[in-house]
C-alpha cells in the first residue's frame, strides 16, 4: 500500500451481485467498519416517495435532501431514527432507486456524506461509483460482478427468503433495466476503475468470494 492510499477497500458492480452482503462478510474478517452506499441512495429513494415529490422540483428535492437524517448502526438503515431495512429492499423502491441515484444533487449530496464517514480510513464500502468517484484513493479496488442469470437466481432466493412475492423472470428484466441505467447515466456511471481487480463470481461461493478479497487486500496492506 502507497503513503498516500486510504486503508479502505472498495466494492463496485452491478445489481444483484452480491457486494452488500460481501462487504459486511470481508468488513467482519477484518475488524473493520462496513458502508453501505446502496442503501443510503435507496433510503433517499424512499424518502422522496414518501413525501410524494417530484426530482425535476429543485425547491422541493433540496429540502427533502436539506433534512435528510441518515445513519447506520450494525447493518442496519435508519431515517429519521426508523429502521427503514426492510423498507427500502421492497420491488417500488428498487424501481426507483436509479433515476433518484442517477440526479446530480442527489449524489453530490451523499458522496459528501460518504467521504466523510470514510476519511479515517479501515471501511469496506460498496457501490457503483466507490473506486471510480467516491474514494479514488482507497487501497484495495475490487470490480465483483456476475452474470445477469446468475444475480437474478440469487436476488430472487433473497426475496422468496424475506417472504417477498417475486417473479425470477421480472427479477432479470429489472435488473437488466438497472444495469443499463446505471451503465448509460451521465453522472458517475457504472464502471471499472483502472486500478480495480475484477473478480467473476457466478460460480463462486459467498465465502470464496470473500476469502479472495481478503488476502487481495492482505497481499497488498
Not at 78 to 90: K, M, N, Q, T, V
Not at 174 to 202: G, H
Amino acid at each position: 500500500m502507497t503513503a498516500s492510499a486510504l486503508p479502505l477497500i472498495a466494492i463496485d458492480g452491478p445489481s444483484g451481485v452480491g457486494k452488500s452482503t460481501t462487504a459486511r462478510r470481508v468488513a467482519a474478517r477484518l475488524g473493520w467498519q462496513y458502508l453501505d452506499t446502496g442503501a443510503m441512495y435507496r433510503a433517499v429513494a424512499l424518502a422522496i416517495q414518501r413525501a410524494g415529490i417530484s426530482l425535476d422540483d429543485a425547491p422541493a428535492l433540496e429540502g427533502l435532501l436539506s433534512r435528510l437524517d441518515l445513519a447506520q448502526d450494525q447493518g442496519r438503515m435508519f431515517l429519521g431514527g426508523e429502521d427503514i431495512s426492510e423498507a427500502i429492499r421492497s420491488q417500488e423502491v428498487t424501481r426507483l432507486v436509479s433515476p433518484a441515484s442517477a440526479h446530480a444533487r442527489v449524489r453530490e449530496v451523499l458522496v459528501e456524506q460518504q467521504r466523510r464517514i470514510g476519511a479515517s480510513g479501515g471501511w469496506v464500502v460498496d457501490g457503483r461509483d466507490i473506486g471510480t468517484v467516491v474514494f479514488t484513493q482507497a487501497c484495495c479496488k475490487v470490480f465483483l460482478t456476475a452474470s445477469p442469470e446468475a444475480r437474478a437466481r440469487r436476488r430472487f432466493l433473497e426475496l422468496e427468503a424475506k417472504g417477498q412475492p417475486a417473479d425470477v423472470d421480472e427479477v432479470l428484466t429489472d435488473l437488466q433495466r438497472r444495469d443499463l441505467a446505471d451503465s448509460t447515466r451521465a453522472v458517475a456511471p457504472l464502471r471499472k476503475a483502472e486500478d480495480a481487480t475484477e473478480l467473476d463470481s457466478s460460480d463462486l461461493s459467498l465465502d470464496q468470494v470473500v476469502d479472495w478479497i481478503v488476502a487481495k487486500h492482505l497481499a497488498h496492506a
